[in-house]
């Protein structure tokens, strides 16, 4: 872009209002990081590389391609033009006759052009649209076309150009020169120059094209829409017209294919834009594609996201207690080991993509956090215990917000990264940049699709590519196909049908939500949902807790339906979970009572906690196996001698002894009721119980220590949301805005240089010359002073002095028209300024 240009596109830009430049702040917000001088410095950045591909990543196919369309004018394009060039690309039988269709594209434009102007992606008036500095080379090559003539015949010699131009124009006297001429029939003119232009003429295009076999004008058919590159083998061969055989040999001797390697050729943008007659683009579409899927109950779907809800919530809870008594440790390289994610899905009876979620999504949303760096553990945090005390619909709405604008990608757990090593969960090689905003951008497509309709997959990945078809589409569409299937498991979407709760979610992330598309007249519970919180659509649907279980003879407790939170912690102490449906199916075991019993409980308050919650009598087996395990339950104490063992009966402690398997304890009688180990007192509790004894551990005062699950925790905080997600905040734009506008005025009132003074350099004592320094900073005077540069001469300098400290002056030069600091000892003397 020329430098008048783009002195157009700063003064159009400095003529735009503060609403203008907010808005094009909140489009572009990395216009603003960090806040740019003045609206020169606003402008310059807008037009670098790297800002402006961003703000072209944002734009959907209809933007993209009015932007190609201006870049391949020559000079400014009135609005009437442009759209009567995307008219024409509209697909065979909804062209611009159609009143339907017309109405869609006058739609369609005056939305993409003012979104374009807004983020000064173009600029101008209607009347003579122009794009904005570095668009032009951002969108190179644009529309699927390849480079000009004059790139596709760069390299070849003038001599064989020559020959070429000789073959076209059937004048065989050219000599090679190099003027500035542009006649394309002047000898005077370069060889390339006069081949560009003689290939922008439609006459010659017409009878070159004419004179081919119908196969070579096949060939140009189906470069023509691109791409319009391909490979051949000796493609630098010398051919004439009236030597040539094949399709492709015809093409080469007329100009109308280049060589741009040795097997690589190119179809010149000129010939491409003649064969596609007029057209910039092939089927232009003004709308974005029609979302295609199932139709089915809205009420159906939500009920059905509800229960996803539920069981994702409660597989949290579940997971976080696991771990407050179980913690994972942390890898070296950070993240959690595969080992350990097998173990934990095996127990939570999940496919390990779902616990690589479930796991994911309590670190996002602050519940798991690393223990140290160094020989860490993954441990609940203290942000678990306030959430398990909210409500469950108050607990879903944070771990949804949390997965929604995470930056990392679960569904990548157990694939293999660029170096083929495994990626592990909670590795930071698990974020991606664009993992928020495809998330949301997908979610956003399902509201699009209206109440109760599923889209298929293909359907969804097809309306993504219209809206970013600039962003990487593997990436992209793996991204989205990953969302779906999260979306389901989390209770965002049921029934592949967005839920009424997760629209609501979406309501947190612009300007994502409210999604586009016919609003959601129902709400869940039959009342209208808009305008409502997640929690208060989703609480009517979850299904009701119960706090009774079935106790069989069996020593299993059958649930009904799900627990209450209190019991169901209760009950994850007191048994283990056999198995998972309808209904859950505990199972009390010796281990399980003594898992209890370590906790601080008695057998009375378990017994009593069964008899409390029991829709049925305590089965009279439950009950000896718990007054059993407790009768054995701390008949052996463990203290620290190390460590030490006490129990009041001699025999058992004679039998310990005796046991082989306790010579590694390095045990020593004490006493008839005590024995000494200089082993740890954990390490002697975990020995003792794998020989099949009760122990209990007790402080050094004898008091039996108790060992809660939920004593274990770490610190952390929940991680912020990607940048994607949501917009600058509109009090730092509008600060931005004001500073941009101050500073501009300070730089077009600026002064320039002006002359030094003419006669002898002032020269006093360096006492005077400081206390007059002072006074004019005091007073805001200007004042001459004779300096010495670098090499020792002596400069006559006007200043504004601003303020003197460390033994330097710092000023307004008005001889160099800037800022400058001056040290105090070079400087001869000063004078009033006349």
């Not at 600060?735 to 006669?759: F, K």
């Not at 400290?805 to 006349?834: K, P, Q, S």
């Given at each position: 872009?020329?430098?008048?240009?783009?002195?157009?596109?700063?003064?159009?830009?400095?003529?735009?209002?503060?609403?203008?430049?907010?808005?094009?702040?909140?489009a572009?917000?990395?216009?603003?990081?960090?806040?740019?001088?003045?609206?020169?410095?606003?402008?310059?950045?807008?037009?670098?590389?790297?800002?402006?591909?961003?703000?072209?990543?944002?734009?959907?196919?209809?933007?993209?391609?009015?932007?190609?369309?201006?870049?391949?004018?020559?000079?400014?394009?009135?609005?009437?033009?442009?759209?009567?060039?995307?008219?024409?690309?509209?697909?065979?039988?909804?062209?611009?006759?159609?009143?339907?269709?017309?109405?869609?594209?006058?739609?369609?434009?005056?939305?993409?052009?003012?979104?374009?102007?807004?983020?000064?992606?173009?600029?101008?008036?209607?009347?003579?649209?122009?794009?904005?500095?570095?668009?032009?080379?951002?969108?190179?090559?644009?529309?699927?076309?390849g480079?000009?003539?004059?790139?596709?015949?760069?390299?070849?010699?003038?001599?064989?150009?020559?020959?070429?131009?000789?073959?076209?124009?059937?004048?065989?006297d050219?000599?090679?020169?190099?003027?500035?001429?542009?006649?394309?029939?002047?000898?005077?003119?370069?060889?390339?120059?006069?081949?560009?232009?003689?290939?922008?003429?439609?006459?010659?295009?017409g009878?070159?094209?004419?004179?081919?076999?119908?196969?070579?004008?096949?060939?140009?058919?189906?470069?023509?829409?691109?791409?319009?590159?391909?490979?051949?083998?000796?493609?630098?061969?010398?051919?004439?017209?009236?030597?040539?055989?094949?399709?492709v040999?015809?093409?080469?001797?007329?100009?109308?294919?280049?060589a741009?390697?040795?097997?690589?050729?190119a179809?010149?943008?000129?010939?491409?834009?003649?064969?596609r007659?007029?057209?910039?683009?092939?089927?232009?579409?003004?709308?974005?594609?029609?979302?295609?899927g199932?139709?089915?109950?809205?009420?159906?779907?939500?009920?059905?996201?509800?229960?996803?809800?539920?069981?994702?919530?409660r597989?949290?809870?579940?997971?976080?207690?696991?771990?407050?008594?179980?913690?994972?440790?942390?890898?070296?390289?950070?993240?959690?080991?595969?080992?350990d994610?097998?173990?934990?899905?095996?127990?939570?009876?999940?496919?390990?993509?779902?616990?690589?979620?479930?796991?994911?999504?309590?670190?996002?949303?602050?519940?798991?956090?690393?223990?140290?760096?160094?020989?860490?553990?993954?441990?609940?945090?203290?942000?678990?215990?306030?959430?398990?005390?909210?409500?469950?619909?108050?607990?879903?709405?944070?771990?949804?917000?949390?997965?929604?604008?995470?930056?990392?990608a679960?569904?990548?757990?157990?694939?293999?990264?660029?170096?083929?090593?495994?990626?592990?969960?909670?590795?930071?090689?698990?974020?991606?940049?664009?993992?928020?905003?495809?998330?949301?951008?997908?979610?956003?497509?399902?509201?699009?699709?209206?109440?109760?309709?599923?889209?298929?997959?293909?359907?969804?990945?097809?309306?993504?590519?219209?809206?970013?078809?600039?962003?990487?589409?593997?990436?992209?569409?793996?991204?989205?196909?990953?969302?779906?299937?999260?979306?389901?498991?989390?209770?965002?979407?049921?029934?592949?049908?967005?839920?009424?709760h997760?629209?609501?979610?979406?309501?947190?992330?612009?300007?994502?939500?409210?999604?586009?598309?016919?609003?959601?007249?129902?709400?869940?519970?039959?009342?209208?949902?808009?305008?409502?919180?997640?929690?208060?659509?989703?609480?009517?649907?979850?299904?009701?807790?119960?706090?009774?279980?079935?106790?069989?003879?069996?020593?299993?407790?059958?649930?009904?339906?799900?627990?209450?939170?209190?019991l169901?912690?209760?009950?994850?102490?007191?048994?283990?979970?056999?198995?998972?449906?309808?209904?859950?199916?505990?199972?009390?075991?010796?281990?399980?009572?003594?898992?209890?019993?370590?906790?601080?409980?008695?057998?009375?308050?378990?017994?009593?906690?069964l008899?409390?919650?029991?829709?049925?009598?305590?089965?009279?087996?439950?009950?000896?196996?718990?007054?059993?395990v407790?009768?054995r339950?701390?008949?052996?104490?463990?203290?620290?001698?190390?460590?030490?063992?006490?129990?009041?009966?001699?025999?058992?402690?004679?039998?310990?002894?005796?046991?082989?398997?306790?010579?590694?304890?390095?045990?020593?009688?004490?006493?008839?009721?005590?024995?000494?180990?200089?082993?740890s007192?954990?390490?002697?509790?975990?020995?003792?119980?794998?020989?099949?004894?009760?122990?209990?551990?007790?402080?050094?005062?004898?008091?039996?220590?108790?060992s809660?699950?939920?004593?274990?925790?770490?610190?952390?905080?929940?991680?912020?949301?990607?940048?994607?997600?949501?917009?600058?905040?509109?009090?730092?734009?509008?600060?931005?805005?004001?500073?941009?506008?101050?500073?501009?005025?300070?730089?077009?009132?600026?002064?320039?240089?002006?002359?030094?003074?003419?006669?002898?350099?002032?020269?006093?004592?360096?006492?005077?010359?400081?206390?007059?320094?002072?006074?004019?900073?005091?007073?805001?005077?200007?004042v001459?002073?004779?300096?010495?540069?670098?090499?020792g001469?002596?400069?006559?300098?006007?200043?504004?002095?601003?303020r003197?400290?460390?033994?330097?002056?710092?000023?307004?030069?008005?001889?160099?028209?800037?800022?400058?600091?001056?040290?105090?000892?070079?400087?001869?003397?000063?004078?009033?300024?006349?």
């Open positions: 872009m020329s430098e008048g240009m783009d002195g157009d596109f700063t003064a159009w830009l400095r003529g735009r209002a503060d609403e203008q430049l907010r808005a094009l702040v909140t572009r917000p990395e216009l603003i990081m960090p806040v740019p001088p003045h609206v020169e410095g606003l402008a310059a950045r807008a037009g670098t590389p790297s800002a402006v591909g961003r703000a072209l990543d944002r734009l959907d196919r209809f933007s993209l391609s009015v932007a190609e369309t201006l870049i391949l004018q020559p000079g400014p394009l009135a609005y009437a033009e442009l759209r009567s060039i995307l008219a024409r690309a509209l697909p065979h039988g909804s062209r611009a006759s159609d009143k339907r269709y017309a109405a869609e594209l006058d739609t369609a434009l005056r939305e993409a052009v003012d979104r374009l102007r807004t983020a000064c992606l173009i600029f101008g008036p209607d009347d003579a649209l122009l794009p904005a500095p570095g668009v032009k080379e951002a969108l190179d090559p644009p529309a699927g076309l480079p000009p003539a004059t790139d596709v015949f760069r390299h070849h010699s003038p001599e064989s150009l020559t020959i070429l131009l000789a073959d076209i124009t059937g004048i065989a050219i000599a090679p020169a190099a003027t500035d001429a542009t006649d394309a029939t002047d000898p005077a003119v370069p060889p390339g120059r006069r081949l560009a232009a003689l290939l922008a003429d439609p006459a010659t295009l009878r070159l094209i004419g004179e081919v076999s119908p196969q070579a004008r096949a060939a140009l058919d189906e470069l023509a829409w691109g791409p319009p590159s391909g490979r051949v083998a000796g493609a630098r061969r010398e051919v004439r017209t009236a030597t040539a055989r094949s399709p040999e015809q093409l080469l001797a007329r100009g109308l294919l280049g741009t390697g040795e097997e690589t050729v179809l010149p943008r000129e010939v491409a834009l003649y064969l007659a007029g057209r910039v683009h092939r089927d232009l579409s003004p709308g974005p594609p029609e979302l295609d199932v139709a089915r109950d809205q009420t159906l779907a939500d009920r059905t996201a509800a229960g996803q809800a539920f069981t994702f919530v597989t949290v809870e579940e997971l976080c207690e696991l771990w407050s008594h179980d913690p994972p440790g942390v890898l070296r390289a950070g993240g959690l080991a595969v080992r994610l097998k173990r934990t899905a095996q127990i939570l009876d999940l496919p390990e993509w779902a616990t690589g979620l479930v796991v994911e999504v309590a670190h996002a949303a602050g519940l798991v956090a690393s223990g140290g760096s160094v020989d860490g553990e993954w441990l609940p945090t203290a942000a678990y215990d306030a959430w398990r005390l909210k409500a469950t619909e108050d607990r879903w709405t944070l771990l949804a917000s949390a997965w929604a604008g995470m930056d990392r679960p569904g990548l757990i157990g694939e293999r990264d660029d170096r083929d090593r495994p990626i592990n969960a909670l590795h930071p090689d698990l974020r991606r940049s664009a993992a928020s905003e495809v998330r949301l951008r997908t979610l956003s497509v399902l509201g699009a699709a209206g109440p109760g309709i599923a889209p298929t997959p293909a359907s969804v990945i097809g309306r993504l590519a219209w809206e970013q078809p600039r962003r990487r589409v593997a990436h992209r569409d793996r991204l989205a196909e990953l969302t779906l299937r999260e979306a389901e498991h989390l209770g965002v979407t049921g029934l592949g049908v967005l839920s009424g997760g629209r609501a979610l979406l309501r947190a992330f612009p300007p994502y939500g409210p999604p586009s598309g016919p609003p959601y007249g129902q709400g869940a519970g039959g009342g209208g949902g808009a305008g409502k919180a997640p929690a208060e659509l989703l609480a009517p649907l979850l299904p009701e807790p119960v706090d009774k279980v079935l106790l069989q003879a069996d020593l299993t407790a059958v649930a009904p339906g799900p627990l209450t939170s209190d169901g912690r209760w009950l994850a102490l007191a048994a283990d979970v056999e198995s998972k449906g309808g209904a859950t199916v505990y199972r009390f075991g010796e281990g399980s009572i003594r898992r209890a019993l370590d906790a601080g409980q008695s057998a009375d308050e378990l017994l009593t906690m008899e409390r919650h029991s829709a049925t009598p305590v089965p009279q087996p439950l009950r000896y196996l718990v007054t059993d407790a009768r339950h701390g008949r052996i104490r463990v203290g620290t001698a190390s460590a030490y063992i006490r129990c009041d009966d001699p025999a058992v402690l004679d039998e310990v002894v005796a046991d082989r398997r306790a010579s590694v304890l390095r045990l020593r009688r004490l006493a008839p009721t005590v024995l000494a180990s200089k082993t007192r954990a390490t002697l509790v975990d020995a003792l119980r794998a020989m099949g004894y009760s122990p209990v551990a007790e402080s050094l005062e004898g008091d039996v220590l108790v809660r699950a939920d004593t274990r925790r770490t610190e952390g905080q929940p991680l912020a949301r990607g940048g994607t997600a949501t917009g600058p905040d509109p009090d730092m734009v509008a600060a931005a805005v004001r500073a941009i506008r101050a500073g501009d005025d300070a730089h077009l009132a600026r002064r320039g240089p002006s002359d030094a003074p003419r006669g002898q350099v002032p020269r006093s004592p360096s006492t005077a010359t400081i206390s007059a320094l002072q006074e004019a900073i005091r007073q805001g005077a200007r001459w002073i004779g300096y010495l540069d670098s090499q001469h002596a400069t006559s300098r006007i200043l504004e002095p601003a003197m400290e460390g033994g330097y002056l710092t000023a307004y030069d008005e001889t160099r028209a800037a800022v400058h600091r001056f040290a105090l000892h070079r400087i001869t003397g000063i004078a009033d300024v006349n």
